[in-house]
């Protein structure tokens, strides 16, 4: 077992930035993937980023290619979501997931343990 604690949302002037935390508890952090999600009223929770177990690899959501950096720190338990030039669009609940599995994996249904949300707001 795992436990996932977000936070660093808030409300932001589109353009800014914020750093979103994951903060895990239980069994070993390094042992488990790290995936980003997101989930706007009505719509699907969608894939935002992901991180291997090491930190040496991240894939990205097109969306956010280029403005969104994924990270990790093994050695504090936390996993991070670097959010830059922040879209009205981005606005969501960001959700921070771990999974045993060696891949990135991008589905939803493959990671085992959530948090349970920060809202991130863009707007003016």
């Known amino acids: 077992q795992v436990q996932l604690v977000e936070s660093g949302g808030g409300l932001v002037q589109p353009g800014g930035s914020l750093r979103l935390s994951c903060a895990a508890s239980g069994r070993t952090f390094s042992s488990y993937a790290l995936g980003w999600f997101r989930q706007a009223p009505g719509k699907e929770r969608e894939f935002v980023a992901a991180?291997?177990?090491?930190?040496?690899?991240?894939d990205y959501a097109d969306s956010v290619k280029g403005r969104f950096t994924i990270s990790r720190d093994n050695a504090k338990n936390t996993g991070y979501l670097q959010m830059n030039s922040l879209k009205p669009e981005d606005t969501a609940v960001y959700y921070c997931?771990?999974?045993?599995?060696?891949?990135?994996?991008?589905?939803?249904?493959?990671?085992?343990?959530w948090g349970q949300g920060t809202q991130v707001t863009v707007s003016s």
């Open positions: 997931a771990a999974t045993g599995l060696v891949v990135v994996p991008m589905l939803p249904s493959l990671y085992n343990y």
């Open positions: 991180i291997n177990r090491s930190g040496g690899r991240t």
